[in-house]
């Protein structure tokens, strides 16, 4: 669980995850001309931060993996060095293997490289930033879906109805875990009506049943609450070998009703015994779910971001009379606003 003010870096340190995920599929040039290219990519540009650094480590710093970015023509960034280390404690310091780059890719992302370098891609290709935010008309989730992309939840829910209808006739049992959840927060639903379209057999449309009404009923009757909370509920209940390694959600409390909330923090904690689940949040109904060992606070300090990991040791006499959430309203835990 990740906190903080607006701002204080929260949502770039989720984000750094689906960025090393492009890097990794060979979509660094694509990730950044989306973000709208180097200049914005870079901190204040790049007269001020010439290069990004990302190091990442597995199993106590067994195998790692370094990328130092610099900014190339035509506003493009580019992998100026890239390192896979291993290190098994028995040498003062990690073994570094260097990788070539692809042309202007990451060399990470060439499927020909093997040991470390594929422990390492194997890794960051099951990372996933999950945004289920648009709910308008024209929202993925409201769309009509091919029948068969169903291999894994899409981070937008486009595939949403034909992911639940494959859980539906291959994994009942989580199938059933999810309707019933979903019940629990809009207990006028009675269950999804999934089916390949009549006239067009390939797609799917998600379609679901009133438990008082005959009428048709789509993804459009939905509230927005109620199909975000759905889609949530099947990402993190769906069976264990079809999620990433790593799930990214940020402020998945958006449009939730308090007792919604609830139900997530359950569904968080269920998953993350077996899942890394991060979270970045706003709310502070759903941090009073959470140990303070799972929270950490993002604040800015000096025009940077700096992570703090909250210890119940040092929180015990305030969590006698207040929650974890009442105690980041009142400023006790850091994660607000503060003058620079």
């Known amino acids: 669980m990740v906190i903080g ?9 989720i984000g750094v995850f ?19 290219g180097a200049e914005k990519v870079l901190h204040f540009g790049s007269k001020t931060t010439g290069t990004i650094e990302l190091h990442i480590s597995f199993k106590n710093g067994v195998n790692q993996y370094k990328i130092h970015l610099k900014p190339a023509p035509g506003d493009q960034l580019y992998p100026a060095s890239e390192t896979v280390l291993f290190w098994n404690k028995q040498y003062s310091n ?19 490289h ?40 899409k981070p937008d829910g486009s595939n949403l109805a034909a992911f639940l209808y494959f859980l539906r006739e291959k994994h009942p049992e989580a199938y059933g875990l999810i309707r019933g ?8 639903f009675d269950d999804f009506q999934l089916e390949p379209a009549r006239l067009k057999p390939d797609s799917i449309i998600l379609e679901w049943r009133h438990k008082s ?8 009757a939905f ?25 990214l959600v940020d402020e998945p409390e958006l449009g939730l009703h308090p007792y919604a909330i609830t139900m997530l923090a359950s569904l968080i904690k269920q998953a993350s015994t077996k899942t890394q689940v991060i979270v970045g949040t706003q709310s502070p ?12 606070v993002a604040n800015r300090v000096e025009g940077s971001t700096h992570l703090t990991r909250l210890e119940s040791s040092k929180l015990s006499t305030w969590l006698e009379d207040y929650s974890l959430g009442q105690l980041w309203e009142k400023n006790e835990i850091g994660g607000r606003p503060a003058k620079e």
């Open 181 to 188: 959840t979903v019940q629990r927060v809009a207990p006028f």
């Open 285 to 296: 109904l759903l941090l009073d779910h959470f140990r303070p060992e799972d929270v950490l």
């Open 223 to 247: 509230s927005d609450g109620s199909l975000r909370f759905i889609a949530l509920a099947t990402l993190l209940l769906q069976p264990e070998k079809y999620r990433p390694s790593v799930i």
């Open 94 to 112: 990690p073994l570094p293997e260097r990788l070539m780059p692809r042309g202007p890719e990451a060399g990470i992302s060439d499927p020909n």
């Open 18 to 36: 689906a960025f090393l995920n492009a890097i990794q599929k060979g979509h660094l040039q694509e990730y950044v001309t989306k973000a709208g």
């Open 5 to 13: 003010p607006n701002g204080s870096g929260k949502s770039n340190f």
């Open 213 to 220: 009404s005959d009428a048709y009923f789509d993804a459009n």
């Open 114 to 153: 093997t040991g470390i370098a594929s422990y390492v891609r194997s890794h960051l290709q099951s990372w996933r930033l999950y945004h289920f935010h648009d709910t308008s008309d024209g929202s993925p989730m409201k769309k009509t879906a091919s029948l068969n992309d169903n291999r894994f939840l």
